[in-house]
């Protein structure tokens, strides 16, 4: 994994978390402070997914599986 | 999908009351325990494979097609019609879970074509290997990720921890 790809996360899910809040906050029952870091540490896994895209080893490993049928028989 | 599973069961569970018809309340213990139990049903064929009764190639077989789906279903309708729609819907959701998979599901069975989404690569049925596997890859992350997120949208719309 490149160096770069947690950091990315961090910031696309960064973006993700205001997009929800941004969407989905009701006025009436605002997010707290420890709901809001809770929402941004969440996010960070599908920004994870988002920056994994971007990084040359996430893809080589998919194609090594890729390469594996783990359901035929074994001689 | 492996982790993930656990966010998209009780996402399904948040559902109950539009998928029952309010017979079930969303997150009840109810919701949950149906919703879990039906979501896992289909990945229990590993029990047979552990327990050498049946070859690897039997996983994601019979037990992820639509007509297991409907089995499941036509023998909870008698004893809950709630049970039977959520666990339905449950077991639907896994299906759809999967199939983004490489090795794809049958859907059709006893017609054996799958069909696939094909976003990450099959790593197996069980173990540290098909787990690491299945992690060492983009779309896992993406997806399981958005469903724990989602997971944290319905909690917040319907008031549950930790929004109470």
Not at chain 2, 25 to 30: I, T, Y
């Amino acid at each position: 994994m490149l160096k770069r790809t947690p950091l990315l996360a961090l910031m696309i899910g960064g973006v993700l978390a205001i997009l929800i809040i941004l969407i989905f906050e009701n006025p009436a029952r605002p997010f707290t402070v420890g709901q809001g870091v809770f929402l941004l540490f969440l996010c960070w896994f599908p920004g994870m997914g988002v920056a994994m895209l971007f990084d040359p080893y996430a893809q080589k490993a998919r194609e090594e599986f890729l390469k594996i049928n783990f359901y035929e028989e074994k001689k | 999908m492996q982790l993930g599973h656990v966010a998209v069961a009780l996402a399904v569970s948040s559902y109950a009351p539009e998928l029952t018809g309010g017979r079930i309340e969303a997150f009840s213990a109810e919701a949950i325990i149906v919703s879990f139990v039906a979501h896992w049903l289909p990945n229990l064929d590993v029990i047979p494979i552990w327990l050498k009764i049946a070859k690897d190639s039997f996983h994601c077989t019979w037990s992820h097609s639509l007509i297991f789906a409907a089995v499941v279903a036509l023998i909870l309708a008698p004893i809950n019609v709630g049970w039977a729609t959520l666990g339905l819907a449950s077991l639907i959701i896994h299906f759809l879970a999967d199939m983004p998979s490489s090795v794809g599901l049958p859907l059709l069975m006893p017609w054996k074509r799958r069909f696939t989404i094909n976003l990450w690569a099959d790593t197996g049925h069980s173990g540290w290997v098909a787990f690491k596997g299945t992690y060492m890859q983009a779309w896992t992350w993406l997806l399981e990720g958005g469903a724990f997120v989602f997971l944290f949208v319905r909690a917040y719309q319907k008031q549950v921890w930790p929004f109470v």
